[in-house]
């Protein structure tokens, strides 16, 4: 490690040991949101005192620890799951703290506009890196770094313009003003206001102006059309931990009685069960489809979430997770099948071109992922959905592109019953608010068992069923204006785009400056 890191001070990995530490306080189950706003700090003030190869290895220590915390609870589903993101979300630390140790000179220079590139620089440079983690392999956009508020709804309304990027930006930014100002304070030793008056200033403004536009849109709400009542079904089918599942037989006989109990409630738009709640497909399998008649009988179009299984000219059929439309007559009407697969869950990667690979998959299912993106209609309603099957609605391009091709809501159907329900499934949640104010459109989310619960458009959870429970919840939900779409919807991550291209035009210019040296 000394080889490649060259000697790094105690005191430094303390700092970036004490970031990730903070970030994970952040994020469910602590929910400590403020620390958003400083928990960067550290590791900052320690990349700015040393070379940028052992920058690299405090960002990588920092991301290590971050890493390890907040995606603990997936030891739940495999030991080794929360080692593997151990080992990769923290290469996207390392840029910035590079970045830091580059750029430090800049803090004691007495150019504000020379520390204002250092500030706007590395907040871009963080930026990028989250886009990158957001999208390379099969993505994984989960927590990052704005999604840490996702409670405090006033501030994230800009959601809608820059998405939970926006978010990111504004948190690192205000991470790089305190630690430059802590740093010029201890090194100058001349008052904070004389040192970094514009800096604070600048941070002040842009928080301000981020809750006064949030302000603005909360107070200014508008109805489109007719709310529509939908019940959300949690049957509480326990796979995995310590408890002991339900029989297939028992969980049937639940989800009927718990169906029988909403409609009682009055009429039904829709009524939701969840992802996988049948465990086989009723093209092939009697006890369901007879299950999906006697239910549909109520009166009411039920969305099913279930195996489907089916030949597409193959030798062995194709099987997808998927979420049915079924009518009040028991027809099925529209499918939709999982884009996005648990990795080494659902699917094992690369294993179309290695094959053998297949043999050594470790999830329950190998499935085969959808290509497209699906409306639903419902009878007599003009209000169109798309669904997001289980971590789905942590992936903002898919809630982009159904509202872009007209979905007014959302439906999240997830099986949690894996996770712990206080972390990782409120994460989850942390993340799905998101979709909802970058589209401004509705969701629902009808869980196995985690959180079932509804959210409106601008962020907020309007109902919420215990996790770990068998139950029901009727949800009034109000759709989107399907003729206006949000600067996000038309234009997607257009600002963590730029910011990558910056980034990437910076990289370029610096390799090219440093051959210029060499020659």
């Known amino acids: 490690m000394r080889i490649l890191f060259g000697k790094v001070r105690v005191y430094s990995i303390l700092a970036a040991v004490s970031s990730g530490v903070l970030l994970c306080l952040c994020f469910p189950p602590f929910e400590w949101h403020v620390l958003g706003w400083v928990a960067f700090v550290p590791l900052v003030l ?12 405090l960002g990588w220590i920092c991301g290590v620890v971050a890493s390890l915390g907040i995606s603990s609870w997936l030891a739940s589903a495999a030991w080794w799951a929360p080692l593997f993101f151990a080992i990769y979300c923290p290469i996207f630390f390392i840029p910035v703290s590079v970045f830091i140790s580059l750029m430090r000179q800049n803090v004691t220079l007495p150019s504000f506009l020379r520390r204002a590139g250092l500030l706007i620089g590395a907040t871009v440079v963080w930026v990028a890196s989250e886009y990158i983690r957001a999208h390379a392999m099969t993505g994984f956009p989960w927590d990052l770094l704005g999604a840490s508020q996702y409670k405090q709804i006033p501030l994230i309304q800009i959601a809608d313009w820059g998405g939970v990027y926006a978010i990111s930006a504004l948190l690192f930014f205000v991470n790089m003003v305190v630690a430059v100002t802590l740093c010029r304070l201890v090194s100058l030793k001349k008052p904070v206001w004389r040192l970094c008056s514009h800096e604070l200033g600048l941070a002040f403004l842009f928080v301000a ?26 049957p509480n089918r326990l796979t995995g931990g310590n ?21 009682k409630k009055g009429s039904m ?16 399998y009697p006890p369901g489809a007879e299950l999906i008649k006697r239910v549909a009988q109520k009166g009411a179009p039920l969305l099913v979430g279930m195996p489907d299984n089916f030949c597409n000219g193959n030798s062995e059929p194709d099987s997808f997770n998927s979420s049915v439309l079924f009518s009040p007559q028991g027809t ?33 299912l190998y499935l085969s992922a959808g290509t497209e993106t699906v409306l639903f209609y419902l009878p007599e309603n003009p209000n169109p959905f798309s669904v997001l099957i289980c971590f789905e609605d942590t992936f903002p391009h ?3 592109r159904a509202v872009r091709r007209g979905a007014t809501w959302l439906v999240n159907q997830t099986d949690d019953s894996w996770l712990d329900p206080g972390c990782g499934s409120r994460q989850q949640l942390a993340n799905a608010i998101f979709r909802c104010i ?10 196995n068992t985690g959180i079932t619960c509804a959210i409106d458009r601008f962020g907020r959870i309007t109902q919420t069923l215990p996790p770990r429970a068998a139950g029901f919840q009727i949800a009034e939900i109000l759709p989107g204006n399907s003729g206006s779409k949000t600067f996000y ?25 440093r051959l210029r040296l060499c020659d």
């Open 332 to 364: 099925p009407l529209t499918t939709y099948h999982k884009q996005k697969l648990v990795l080494f869950g659902e699917c094992m990667p690369f294993v179309n071109r290695l094959p053998f690979l297949k043999t050594l998959f470790l999830g329950r």
């Open 398 to 400: 898919l809630a982009r």
């Open 209 to 234: 102006l981020n809750y006064v536009y949030g302000a603005n849109k909360l107070q200014n709400e508008e109805v489109f059309g007719h709310s529509i009542r939908v019940a959300l079904v949690q």
């Open 489 to 513: 919807t038309r234009h997607g991550d257009l600002f963590a785009k730029v910011c990558l291209g910056i980034t990437i035009a910076g990289i370029l210019i610096g390799i090219l400056k």
């Open 438 to 447: 970058e589209n401004r459109v509705p969701m629902v989310c009808c869980a």
């Open 243 to 263: 408890s002991v599942p339900a029989s297939e037989e028992q969980i049937y006989k639940r989800l009927e009685l718990l169906t029988d109990e909403a409609v």
């Open 269 to 284: 738009g829709l009524i939701v069960w969840p992802e996988l709640a049948l465990s086989d497909c009723t093209r092939i």
């Open 46 to 57: 320690a990349s700015s005192r040393v070379s940028p190869r052992r920058a690299a290895f």
